[in-house]
């Protein structure tokens, strides 16, 4: 009888485990943005505050409803992709010196213990867990998507035509000479193409790094990961063809060839990317540097624009959507956050949301409709100033405050109030913006502190903690 009774208990104990760990919820997060967006920063941030019992996170529900218990990291699930080196991150920061980027896929596993308050959980659970898989990718990657529905044809001739317009055409005039004298019909030889890959390769570095510019393909020439020179992204484009000249060129041409690799890298590499890991993820955050794009000028920004309008488009997933066809996509809740808002005085902060607002304004409507929630933020993971009012002739200066990177000095800046929408060229200032970087800067307590961290984790993860 006694052994029943046992039996029973036990029976009872493990159907409660399995109910318990049915109602645990689990979300995948990615983030992405392209390098230098402050993704490593952000991620550091998000678990240090996640992990830390006295974090101040008022926004966020579990906080403010006192139904926190603790963050902790775990054991990743995914073996296969490396680790994000989350303590030594944190060493960085807390050192006050920010840690080395991002440049391929990592990942993180983060639970959260807190009080259930509400439904079934609630009823049949005293403590329930969250369990947040992160995913960390360069957001160069992201933009290889439009590739997915653009044939070799159309994408050499639309990418050969942006290297041709200005702020491009200033740096690639000797590349374009080159390819325009070179026969393309001839049979292929690998090291030269190669060096050609090598010479588009540094051209869209320099797009990158001097011009802020964005589309940027193939992004694993800029962006490998575990393909650093692999044959599989040595292509680029050429002075525009048509499709006769395409379909005459001889099989072991250097067109053929680049056709080919074109093909062989949306299948093997941007497609694969997309359905081992992309179609799994259930939210996405997308981190922008506006003021990085503000400070670089109006070309800068107009493909800022541009960009984000054209990633929007692949997150509407509706019937007709290429994406869709190819893997089914759960991502439901997207968050563009303009970061770095630090380095603007507060009462700039909703300027720099309502800039990037407008620049994604028109997509996001038709997304709202398709039921994917898209929403824009002005935050900053990491502060790096403080704020701090100066008087001059009589006059009351909101300025921020902290140790410049360029001057390594501590500095007082008045930065300039950015534009709420794209500015047409004649009213862009004459002499620009300039938002120079500082160093990340601890409170009196020896503490990070964040700006609007609290409202980006509440949009992303609140209504799963409910
Ligand atoms: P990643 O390449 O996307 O991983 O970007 P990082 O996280 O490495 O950030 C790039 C740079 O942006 C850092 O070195 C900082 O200078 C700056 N940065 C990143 N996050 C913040 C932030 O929250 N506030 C400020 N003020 N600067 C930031």
């Known amino acids: ?45 998000f678990i240090h505050h996640l992990t830390q019992p006295k974090s101040k996170l008022p926004f966020f529900s579990l906080q403010q ?39 391929r896929l990592n990942t993180l596993r983060l639970n959260i213990k807190y009080k259930p308050n509400s439904g079934l959980r609630a009823h049949l659970t005293d403590v329930s867990t969250l369990t947040i ?51 393309w019909a001839q049979e292929v030889d690998f090291d030269q193409l190669k060096q050609f890959a090598h010479e588009y390769r540094d ?30 992204t040595h292509f680029f484009p050429i002075p525009e063809i048509d499709e006769q000249t395409l379909l005459s060129a001889p099989e072991n041409s250097y067109l053929a060839t680049l056709k080919t690799r074109y093909e062989q890298y949306k299948k093997d590499v941007v497609k694969t990317f997309y359905s081992n890991f992309f179609g799994g993820f259930d939210r996405q955050i997308i981190l922008v540097d506006l003021l990085g794009a503000l400070d670089k ?57 309502l800039l990037l607002n407008n620049l994604v304004l028109d997509a996001q409507n038709e997304l709202n409709y398709q039921g994917v929630m898209v929403e824009t933020m002005a935050m900053s993971s990491v502060k790096a100033t403080k704020q701090v009012q100066v008087k001059e002739s009589g006059e009351i200066l909101n300025c921020i405050y902290g140790k410049s990177i360029e001057s390594e000095q501590l500095l007082t800046y008045l930065p300039a109030q950015p534009p709420m929408r794209l500015l047409p060229p004649e009213q862009w200032p004459k002499n620009g913006f300039n938002f ?31």
């Open 1 to 45: 009888v006694i052994n029943q009774s046992e039996k029973l208990q036990k029976l009872r104990a493990k159907a409660q485990k399995l109910v318990k760990r049915g109602l645990d919820q689990h979300v995948k997060l990615a983030v992405t943005g392209l390098s230098k967006s402050g993704k490593t920063a952000f991620i550091t941030s």
């Open 65 to 103: 409803q006192e139904r926190f218990i603790a963050g902790k990291l775990v054991g990743q699930d995914d073996l296969s992709v490396a680790s994000f080196d989350y303590g030594n991150a944190l060493n960085q920061l807390q050192l006050g010196k920010w840690p080395a980027s991002t440049n």
């Open 133 to 183: 898989d992160i995913f960390d990718y360069p957001g160069e990657w992201l933009l290889d998507l439009t590739m997915l529905d653009e044939s070799f044809l159309a994408w050499n001739n639309r990418q050969f035509a942006l290297l041709k317009e200005q702020p491009r055409a200033a740096h690639s005039e000797t590349f374009i000479n080159k390819l325009s004298q070179f026969d």
């Open 203 to 232: 051209l869209l570095l320099i797009f990158k790094n001097q011009c802020q510019l964005t589309q940027l393909q193939p992004g694993r020439l800029i962006m490998p990961g575990e393909l650093e020179d692999a044959p599989i």
């Open 297 to 353: 000028g109006r070309d800068a920004l107009v493909e800022q624009s541009d960009v984000l309008k054209s990633l929007l488009k692949h997150f509407d997933y509706g019937k007709n959507n290429f994406l869709s066809r190819l893997f089914s996509p759960k991502i439901d809740k997207i968050l563009f956050a303009a970061n770095k808002v630090d380095h603007l005085s507060v009462e700039h902060h909703k300027d720099l949301a």
């Open 436 to 466: 120079p970087s500082f160093y990340p800067m601890l409170n009196a307590q020896h503490q990070l502190e964040h700006v609007r961290l609290d409202h980006v984790i509440e949009y992303l993860i609140g209504d799963k903690v409910l």
